[in-house]
């Protein structure tokens, strides 16, 4: 594969039929929502079982801490998405820095999200402690296992991309990535209010 | 508007519908909390699958089904508050 030059690309679109990334990846973020969809018909369950322990439960949880990683994971999101749109302009090079600062955004996400763990559990808080303790723990543990493998693909595709291993229109192992890290976002826009507002 | 531009747009509007929601949170309760922050999720996952995702020009089965779970799981959601 040649290096990468700015000068000689060709500005790279799909036309309307095509999907943003490969087919492969969508079965995977299609399965992933399914899973999610899961849990979040479970906690709702759970909910209605269980009215009394979800409202003293999300009493206990810090909602300023659900709302810095909201807006911690939209901003990843836009960062990524802004990635794509200099990607198609310059070509994949151009998408690398954008996508280790959401891939930084991630790190933030991790860090706020321990802390608030660290919290719950001096506060002798575990999964055993109620119903809604342990679908909070559960639910949020999962989603943090995938905001780590997004910014792992992140990472690994961005140092591809700078690398030259794309040609430099080929937008689908990028378009792949940020689609998945996309997917990590729209799960917690839901899950932000499950947990922390909704009581 | 650019995409950049209409990126950016879409980033500050996002925020900001996050803070609404936040302030929501606060300021009501019951019924009106539970509609309020079941559309502001919607809305705000819409923008994510049209902008983000970029799934506006993609096959309209693919942005139908995303679009169809983040509706259901809302109001999954905002249903078993309200029961």
């Known amino acids: 594969m040649t290096s990468f030059d700015t000068a000689t690309a060709e500005p790279a679109s799909r036309t309307p039929s095509e999907i943003p990334g490969d087919l492969a990846m969508w079965c995977f973020i299609l399965a992933e929502l399914t899973a999610f969809a899961l849990l979040f018909v479970s906690l709702a369950a759970a909910r209605v079982l269980h009215a009394d322990e979800f409202h003293a439960g999300a009493a206990t949880l810090h909602p300023a801490m659900g ?44 860090v706020v999200k321990v802390a608030e763990y660290a919290q719950l559990g001096l506060a002798g808080y575990t999964l055993r402690s109620s119903t809604f303790h342990f679908f909070y723990f559960f639910t949020t543990f999962f989603h943090l296992m995938h905001v780590v493998l997004g910014m792992v693909i992140l990472i690994a595709v961005g140092r591809r991309c700078r690398a030259g291993s794309y040609a430099p229109a080929d937008l689908r192992a990028p378009e792949s990535a940020a689609s998945y890290w996309h997917m990590v976002d729209l799960v917690w826009l839901v899950l932000f209010p499950a947990v922390y507002i909704l009581r | 508007m650019s995409s950049t531009k209409l990126l950016a747009v879409a980033w500050i509007a996002l925020l900001a519908l996050t803070l609404l929601s936040g302030v929501a949170g606060a300021a009501l309760h019951g019924g009106w909390l539970i509609a309020a922050v079941a559309v502001l999720v919607v809305i705000k996952g819409q923008a994510v699958i049209d902008l983000f995702m970029d799934l506006r020009s993609a096959p309209a089965l693919l942005r139908v089904a995303v679009s169809v779970w983040l509706v259901v799981v ?5 249903g078993a508050a309200l029961a």
């Open chain 2, 74 to 78: 809302a109001v999954t959601v905002a």
């Open chain 1, 67 to 110: 709302l810095i990683n909201t807006l911690v994971l939209l901003t990843g999101s836009y960062l990524v998405a802004h990635g794509i749109a200099q990607a198609k302009r310059l070509g994949v090079r151009a998408c690398n820095r954008w996508f280790l600062a959401g891939a930084g955004t991630g790190l933030i996400y991790i």
